[in-house]
């Protein structure tokens, strides 16, 4: 029987690896409509370089409307060196940027799980990463990337000058801690918040309100602060002391990039950016694996797809209400590096090298 009538998904492939990688998504997707009975209606749009290329800019008023209407978007990846000289606003990043926003996505979440067959692709000893399961909790509205004022200005003597504004709000502050804490209660129980509290009026602030959050309604999780420049030394040092990093959106951006390689390969990691709750129960949502969109290895064939197949599995978790899909899917992925496959960036002596779709039917032949 159809179960889940309707369930909208929009996949936006984007640039670079974006189309190789969300195009196994698709056949999975197609799986799951086939043989489970499942009846994801999707459709493909462009975004990024490739909405800029077809439509002059980098996301349309129509892409924009259909993911406001999706239950999930799944996004590949957006931007590569052909655009990087168009103006600031311009840029394909633009758009994922305005997703982010306008679809009020504050919520981040970023896992960094250092599979068992994959120990050795890490540039950190085995015993350093193995077992590794940290969940980054990253603010994804506010800070530095969207702060007020922010522009390149002429000043005296033929120089100029570069301005961005970092600030939070009290509010800003509590609710991204509450999707940490709320995480940490379901995992280990513990939140290390980061800032640069040592030279950041908004750091201080941070600090102070994060832990505030913690008093009022987490008496019971650990909660450890902690400047962000150590964060970043601790993840190399000792990661396993982590179970949930809440930072903001910039640190976020930087470590969950660091903590990407303790798993082996940024190919490995997906991502949920997630907004709140609706009257209806509802959440906007919009996945994408945490690499870019790797120009250099772009048509080749050659891309990680198990990051965003990692993506579509914390959709069906987080926005499609599919636990046991996903279950089946993280399964899949893990028989898979069982069986000794790997595509470039995590090949290890004694492993099989395979395609972006090979790797893609192998997944699905473990679905079965
Ligand atoms: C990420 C990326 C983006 C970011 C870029 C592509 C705008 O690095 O999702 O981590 O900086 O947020
Ligand atoms: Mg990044």
Redesign the pocket.
């Known amino acids: 029987m159809a179960k889940n009538k309707g369930r909208k998904i929009l996949l936006l492939p984007g640039d670079g690896i974006g189309p190789e990688v969300v195009s196994e998504v698709k056949k999975i997707l197609e799986w799951f409509n086939k043989h489970k009975s499942l009846d994801f209606s999707f459709e493909e749009e462009l975004i990024g370089g490739a909405s800029i290329d077809a439509n002059k800019i980098p996301i349309t008023d129509e892409v924009f409307y259909k993911s406001l209407e999706s239950d999930a978007v799944i996004l590949g990846?957006?931007?590569g060196p052909k655009w990087d000289n168009l103006e600031f606003s311009k840029k394909p990043?633009r758009a994922?940027?305005k997703l982010?926003k306008e679809l009020k996505l504050f919520a981040?979440l970023?896992p960094a799980i250092c599979f068992k067959q994959l120990v050795d692709s890490s540039t950190l000893k085995p015993e350093v990463v193995s077992g590794l399961d940290i969940m980054i909790v990253?603010e994804?509205t506010g800070g530095i990337?969207f702060g007020e004022p922010r522009g390149i200005e002429p000043i005296e003597n033929n120089q100029r000058k570069g301005i961005n504004t970092h600030s939070y709000t009290t509010s800003e502050i509590h609710r991204i801690a509450e999707v940490a804490f709320d995480l940490a209660k379901k995992r280990s129980n513990k939140v290390t918040s980061c800032e640069k509290s040592n030279v950041m009026e908004a750091g201080v602030l941070w600090r102070e309100e994060v832990q505030a959050i913690k008093d009022k309604l987490f008496k019971t999780v650990e909660l450890n602060h902690m400047l962000a420049d150590n964060c970043a030394m601790q993840l190399l040092r000792n990661p396993k002391q982590f179970d949930v990093i809440l930072a903001d959106?910039?640190f976020?951006?930087m470590l969950?990039?660091e903590a990407a390689m303790l798993t082996g390969s940024l190919g490995l990691l997906p991502?949920a950016s997630l907004g709140a709750k609706d009257k209806n129960g509802k959440i906007r949502s919009l996945y994408?694996p945490?690499h870019?969109s790797a120009p250099d290895i772009a048509g080749k064939n050659l891309a990680n797809p198990i990051a965003t197949i990692l993506s579509l599995s914390m959709a069906l978790r987080y926005s499609l209400d599919l636990d046991k899909e996903a279950d089946q899917l993280e399964e899949a992925v893990q028989k898979v590096l069982d069986d000794g496959l790997r595509t470039k960036d995590i090949i290890s002596k004694g492993k099989k090298e395979v395609t972006t779709t090979d790797m893609g039917d192998a997944i699905i032949s473990k679905l079965k």
């Open positions: 990846a957006c931007g990043e994922l940027l982010r981040n970023r990253r994804l990337y959106n910039l976020g951006d969950s990039d991502s994408e945490v870019g």
